[in-house]
């Protein structure tokens, strides 16, 4: 199937360079390949939707934060809220190109809660949450930033949800190619999350939070900013998610 021979192609060529410019590769490879759609063999009995075919994965991509609440900030201001937002929507480039269906949580700068709610912060949780009950068949895949109290620490982290298996092998997959072509010395290992990451505590779909790197430090927040280092996440969890959603067949 095309899939294989584009996890194959893409992997050799990078296993053999090395390099990140291996990575701009593999973003070329994606865009490239776009053709045969990725399905699963999901038998779970459930209701129907309308907007995807009851075998296709949709993969629901979440820019976390969003509107009032801008999440962890840099030295100088910049919003983890934006920067979430941008390696989203690169990776839903990404994963469109290869014929994914893609659903996002948010396009655009915007809290998913009604302003005059009390409760703004866990509507917007729920709301995010419960996207994953609209399809039958999804993953769900957050992107943060992670900020602490001490800036010498750094580099990407995957927690994951315990409640379905599928989480971990996704998550232990996002962070073993980072490690292998991303930040070498990224020597992190996958988290489960506690009840105090409210959705991966509470969905039930496979799912995983990216903290894509600490913009509490000075260096990495600035790698963070660019563009460049955004297509690299984006193309390390878009092929992560591929590689994921193939073993998932
Ligand atoms: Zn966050």
Known sequence: MILNSLSKFFWRRISFLFTFSALC?????????????????????????????????????????????????????VLEKHLNLAVAKKVQA??????????????????????????KKRDDLNARLHMADAYENCIFVSIHMNKFPVA?????????????????????TIQEKTAA?????NSRITKA???SIYILHNIKVPAVLVECGFLSNPEEAALLQTESYQNKLAAVICASVLEYLESAE
């Open 25 to 77: 590769m593999l973003i070329v490879s994606v865009t490239y390949f776009a053709g045969e759609r990725i399905t699963s063999a999901g038998t779970d009995a459930g209701k129907d939707t309308a907007a995807t075919p009851k075998d296709e994965i949709t993969v629901i991509i979440d820019a976390g934060h969003g509107g009032r609440d801008g999440g962890a900030s840099t030295e100088d201001g």
């Open 193 to 195: 999350a506690d009840d």
């Open 181 to 185: 072509f991303l930040q070498t010395g």
């Open 152 to 172: 010498k620490y750094s580099g990407l982290q995957v927690y994951y949800s315990k409640n379905h298996a599928g989480s971990a092998l996704l998550a232990d």
């Open 94 to 119: 990404l994963l469109s190109c290869a014929d994914v269906n893609v659903v996002m949580t948010r396009e655009s700068d915007i809290m998913l809660a009604d302003e005059d709610s009390s409760h």
